[in-house]
Nanobody
């Protein structure tokens, strides 16, 4: 069982930055590929970014490429999402998720493939 706790969300002005953290407990993350998703009120949960077990393969949704960066520190059992040049958008809750992945460079963009989820952290960007 993996427990995930997100932090780092908050209120930021357009053009600003936030760094989200996802701290894991219960299991080491070395066997898990990780993902970040976001969900606005009344909308589906959408893929944002993913990183493989090795850290060598990362994927992003098109709207955040070049502005968001996912990384992992297995020594700290933590995954990060650096968000730069944030755009005004509807409030969204950002979730991190974990899935066991045996090919070390495998990533998944699909929320249904992730087994463990955090409780989410709210991000609001104002214009």
């Amino acid at each position: 069982q993996v427990q995930l706790v997100e932090s780092g969300g908050g209120f930021v002005q357009a053009g600003g930055s936030l760094r989200l953290s996802c701290a894991a407990s219960g299991r080491t993350l070395t066997n898990y590929a990780m993902g970040w998703f976001r969900q606005a009120p009344g909308k589906e949960r959408d893929f944002v970014a993913a990183i493989s077990r090795s850290g060598g393969n990362t994927q992003y949704t098109d709207s955040v490429k070049g502005r968001f960066f996912i990384s992992r520190d297995d020594a700290k059992n933590t995954v990060y999402l650096q968000m730069d040049s944030l755009n005004p958008e509807h409030p969204a809750v950002y979730y991190c998720a974990a899935r066991e992945a045996f090919p070390r460079d495998e990533v998944s963009l699909f929320s249904s493939s992730y087994r463990y989820w955090g409780q989410g952290t709210q991000v609001t960007v104002s214009s």
